[in-house]
Nanobody
Framework: QVQLVESGGGLVQPGGSLRLSCAAS????????MGWYRQAPGGERELVAD???????NYADSLKGRFTISRDNAKNTMYLQMNSLKPEDTAVYYC?????????WGKGTLVTVSS
């Protein structure tokens, strides 16, 4: 019912910036809170940040100040601006959306921070 497609991942050097996008389609009228999760190699999936339909945000404490989550409801798109990237930020980043009918996940986009 809801499809989520991430884009913007890739290779970036330490200290660089990257902007991820998540485009939602399908039953978009049911979408409320959206968020970003990430999973590092060998690690567990963890919350990066989330954002309500009205724009209230929540961040993982360790990422606060470097990452900024936003959304454009008119475009049905959510963003994650990542600054001052570190090698430990290397992970697959997943887009998620909560709706009245359940929780939906994208397939992820790989972010690699390396020299």
């Amino acid at each position: 019912q809801v499809q989520l497609v991430e884009s913007g991942g890739g290779l970036v050097q330490p200290g660089g910036s990257l902007r991820l996008s998540c485009a939602a389609s399908g039953s978009i009228l049911s979408i409320g809170t959206m968020g970003w999760y990430r999973q590092a190699p060998g690690g567990e999936r963890e919350l990066v940040a989330d954002i309500t339909y009205g724009g209230s945000t929540n961040y993982a404490d360790s990422l606060k100040g470097r990452f900024t989550i936003s959304r454009d409801n008119a475009k049905n798109t959510m963003y994650l601006q990542m600054n001052s990237l570190k090698p430990e930020d290397t992970a697959v980043y997943y887009c998620t959306a909560r709706s009245y009918y359940g929780t939906y996940w994208g397939k992820g986009t790989l972010v690699t921070v390396s020299s």
